[in-house]
């Protein structure tokens, strides 16, 4: 049986520019992005893995995770990435995004029964 699916127009466009530009963060971001809007979460999460190799302080793509990770019932993983988002989103002074990544962490500390101390440091890898 063939894993083979159709796939949209954005989605092998950004999969041709990502041969063409493989280092490039924006464009695993771009093309995790498309992966995650279409539920492919595996695709995602690789692509934004690929991301935050390239771009560690890429706040956007921990985001982007934690949501992810949210939605496979993966709470602690979660918890970690959207724990992360907020704290650089501060470093970079972006207030709203930093007040929306702290409302998914109480958010999950309830949703995954996680309290703050079952968590490695923020600053730790994830």
Do not use: W
């Amino acid at each position: 049986m063939f894993n083979k699916f159709f796939e949209s127009k954005e989605i092998k466009q950004l999969k041709a520019r990502a041969q063409s530009m493989p280092n490039d963060p924006e464009v695993c971001f771009n093309l995790g992005t498309a992966y995650q809007k279409l539920g492919r979460y595996k695709d995602a999460v690789c692509e934004f893995e690929k991301t935050l190799k390239y771009n560690p302080m890429s706040a956007e793509a921990y985001y982007n995770l934690a949501l992810i990770y949210e939605n496979m019932n993966e709470g602690k993983k979660a918890t970690l990435h959207i724990l992360k988002a907020g704290n650089l989103f501060s470093n970079k002074n972006d207030q709203v995004n930093k007040m929306e990544a702290r409302g998914l962490l109480r958010q999950y500390y309830r949703k995954f029964n996680i309290q703050p101390e079952d968590l490695p440091e923020p600053d730790s890898d994830i």
